[in-house]
């Protein structure tokens, strides 16, 4: 049985990172994008939080979501 995937990346804001000097994930964006998968019959295979430079003082988070389904 072969299988498809599927990632997407989700990043925290990064006006809340320069003024505020972090922010938080947006968590609604995460449901709606796992809701819209889900719904596609997509499951998450895995999730890995990374933390990615900002121009030189400031550094965000996003997460990377792989999706699986049979293809």
Known sequence: ???EYKIEI???GALGTIF???SKLPLKKMEEVMN???EEGWD???Q???KHRMLFFW???AV???FSRNK
């Open 1 to 3: 049985m072969k299988k």
């Open 10 to 12: 989700i990043k925290e």
């Open 20 to 22: 505020l000097g972090s």
């Open 36 to 38: 819209k998968h889900g």
């Open 44 to 46: 998450i295979s895995f």
């Open 48 to 50: 890995l939080i990374e």
């Open 59 to 61: 550094s965000r988070e």
């Open 64 to 66: 990377i979501i792989t």
